[in-house]
């Protein structure tokens, strides 16, 4: 085959009832969405909460690198491994946003033999979850400007409104923006901005929220800005949080898809990790894990983005935590937080560069990053199995280092896996490890444990994730975010969770800082308040919420053939 693309289109994807009543869910409980894809409806989920759940599994990653680590192909070749080894499995991922399938990434639906189907309908709008997410988070937008416009009754201070409007594409233009020009009939002339969808709060509601009427409430709770007394405005007083929940009514139902090996997989919500909290939803966790033995979930970007929100808001709003982490590592990231290509993080290296062997520089990054990443883990009280992602010109030398570091930094097991080229098959040796790991976890009763507790301060929770995670010695509260927090503290918002956005690149606040940095002080920017979703964003250095496209989108390379056949997405 020439490329993942053609191994999707070379297979015929079964019947997805067939895949639904893999999991006991029966026709009449399906939405159908297009060839091969549904939702489920409310009464099949609901029904299914109360019953016994399974094993939940998430899989992590180290500080990713410019030429990708293959975590979803992880994620995906492990729930195939686990059923090719006699187990029940299903996993749940995110939703591919439309900025990174066409700016950086390009395909986000795993690859070669561990991928979903229908590959270039995940990639390409899906079930229409983000437009949804868009258009109800827009709603609220354009209610505040009309409220304003028709006598402004909740006396809303148009200075202090901090509800922007969202794109699910990457647009560095719309970053700072101004609306109402032109005159007294298109409103008030006002400063705004735009973000893309994935960081919208609207999404982080509809991957947090636990039935439709949380999510209602969720939205109603939502804090738009400030009225001229200084007290919160909510999206309950402007009467919108109705109309949005109506627009999110089928977006809530999770979507079922199948893998290459024709077993059940859930894609659910779309949460950047690095400027959101970068994991699928609760409902669909939750359905899978009353449909199976084990639930492989995914968080976004390295352990120190995606997990650590994983531990501190997801499971702090589920009320449930991992049985099993899984930290995925490849040697040319070991490479080059080893120093292999310099120091520069956001370097690219040539491929005669990530394919020369180098021992000692896969030591150094993992006895650096991959060594803080297991620690970190083991943390939460929870095994750490490490899986190495094997690439075509990877030495057995340098895989042997590898994996004796990782159990020498504490690992449950470390094992080698290739799920890319050979599938479930490839993926054996790690399914059995992450069982092993699993029920040796449960038998001996150890408890999830955050590093902080619940109602914790928010500048103290900022203050441990800092410190104990990225290992930096200590945090700047900025003029700007220090009077945010004290008003989010008035507001009687100050025990939240923190959601940190920052670099994917490193543990620190900047990229270009590889390995395991210490010694650094974390900028804080910002603080804003996500009421509905629960918690505060601290936005750190100079991280942005709207990204912007590279030299070279990937969107330039795509095309459509004569017979409608999207090209280009991998190349």
Same mark, same amino acid.
């Given at each position: ?96 946003? $439309? ?19 229908? $590959? ?256 970190? $883990? $083991? ?193």
């Amino acid at each position: 085959m020439d490329s993942d693309l053609d191994i999707a289109r070379a297979t015929v994807m079964a019947p997805v009832e067939e895949i639904a009543w893999k999991l006991g869910i029966p026709i009449e409980e399906l939405i159908l969405s297009g060839d091969g894809m549904a939702k489920i409806r409310w009464q099949g989920i609901k029904k299914r909460f109360d019953e016994p759940q399974g094993n939940l599994i998430l899989v992590t990653s180290v500080n990713p690198t410019p030429f990708g680590e293959g975590k979803t192909v992880t994620t995906i070749g492990l729930t195939q491994a686990i059923n090719r080894h006699g187990r029940e499995a299903t996993c749940v991922i995110r939703e591919p946003s $439309m900025g990174p399938v066409f700016g950086i990434k390009g395909g986000a639906a795993g690859g070669g033999f561990s991928q979903v189907l229908p $590959m270039e309908d995940i990639n390409l709008h899906f079930t229409g979850d983000l437009h949804a997410v868009t258009s109800a988070h827009n709603l609220l937008s354009t209610l505040i400007d009309n409220h304003i416009k028709h006598g402004n009754e909740l006396a809303i201070d148009p200075l202090r409104i901090s509800w922007p409007r969202v794109i699910d594409l990457n647009e560095r233009a719309l970053r700072n923006v101004t609306v109402g020009k032109g005159g007294a009939a298109n409103g008030y002339v006002r400063e705004d901005r735009f973000d893309i969808t994935a960081a919208s709060e609207v999404m982080a509601i509809l991957v947090l929220a636990s039935d439709y009427q949380n999510l209602r409430n969720r939205l109603g709770d939502i804090i738009i800005g400030e009225n001229s007394s200084g007290d919160p405005v909510r999206a309950e007083q402007l009467g919108a949080a109705g109309a949005m929940a109506l627009l999110l009514r089928n977006a809530f139902l999770p979507n079922l898809v199948q893998t290459l090996e024709k077993d059940p997989a859930f894609i659910h919500g779309g949460p950047f990790a690095n400027i959101a909290h970068g994991n699928s939803s609760i409902v669909a966790d939750r359905l899978a894990l009353a449909c199976c033995e084990y639930v492989v979930t995914e968080a976004g970007f390295g352990s120190d983005m995606g997990a650590e929100k994983f531990m501190h808001i997801k499971a702090a709003t589920s009320g449930r935590g991992p049985d099993c982490v899984v930290l995925n590592v490849t040697l040319r990231s070991m490479k080059l937080h080893g120093g292999a290509f310099g120091d520069n993080g956001g370097r690219r290296p040539s491929s005669e560069e990530m394919d020369r062997p180098d021992v000692e520089a896969v030591i150094a990054g993992a006895k650096s990053n991959l060594d803080r990443h297991i620690r970190n $883990m $083991m943390l939460f009280g929870v095994p750490v199995v490490v899986s190495i992602n094997r690439f075509g010109n990877d030495t057995q030398a340098e895989l042997d280092a590898l994996r004796l570091a990782a159990l020498d930094s504490g690992a449950k097991d470390a094992v080698i896996f290739e799920g890319h080229a050979r599938g479930g098959i490839g993926g054996l040796e790690l399914a059995r490890a992450v069982i092993a790991a699993t029920e040796d976890h449960i038998a001996a009763g150890r408890p999830f444990t955050p590093l902080f507790k619940k109602d914790a301060a928010v500048a103290e929770k900022t203050l441990k994730i800092a410190t104990q995670i990225y290992g930096g010695s200590g945090i700047n509260i900025r003029a700007k975010a220090h009077r945010q927090l004290k008003q989010i503290e008035k507001w009687g918002y100050g025990n939240l969770p923190v959601c940190m956005a920052k670099t994917q690149y490193s543990f620190s606040h900047d990229p270009n800082l590889l390995g395991a940095p210490s010694g650094f002080e974390i900028p804080v920017r910002e603080f804003r308040l996500n009421a509905g979703a629960g918690f505060v964003v601290a936005v750190l250095g100079e991280m942005m919420t709207m990204p912007g496209l590279p030299k070279h989108p990937a969107a330039v390379d795509m095309d459509m053939d004569a017979d409608g056949n999207m090209t280009g997405l991998f190349s």
